[in-house]
Nanobody, 124 residues
């Protein structure tokens, strides 16, 4: 049972990146699927989440209108399309799944599976 994240890299301000996270050993739509990020010296924060209860997608205010989260159920993969990137988006990005709270929680302890993190650097 694991999540494998990929897609990070270095991009200039205003640029775009797409992160991917593929699950093995379990079925993503059976869980809430989320992306978190952790910037240097800061706590991990929730970025986006797709609920397994109603299918809605939620975003942190800081990324609304710039990031889009999606999922391909056939590929068992979640994505985070990031556009108009800003230097403050620089962080390690983690995918995670929650079996119980359907995106109502953004506490790390409520997410049971985590990807290894992929680093996004936004710099000119």
């Amino acid at each position: 049972v694991q999540l494998q994240a990929s897609g990070g890299g270095v991009v200039q301000p205003g640029g775009s990146l797409r992160l991917s996270c593929t699950a093995s050993g379990f079925i993503l739509p059976h869980f809430a699927n989320a992306w978190f990020r952790q910037a240097p010296g800061k706590e991990r924060e929730s970025v986006s989440c797709i609920s397994n209860k109603d299918g809605r997608t939620y975003y942190a205010d800081s990324v609304k209108g710039r990031f889009t989260m999606s999922r391909d159920n056939v590929k068992n993969t979640m994505y985070l399309q990031m556009s108009n990137l800003k230097p403050e988006d620089t962080a390690a990005y983690y995918c995670a799944t929650d079996p119980l709270f359907a995106c109502s929680s953004d506490l790390e302890q409520d997410y049971d599976h985590w990807g290894q993190g992929t680093l996004v650097t936004v710099s000119s």
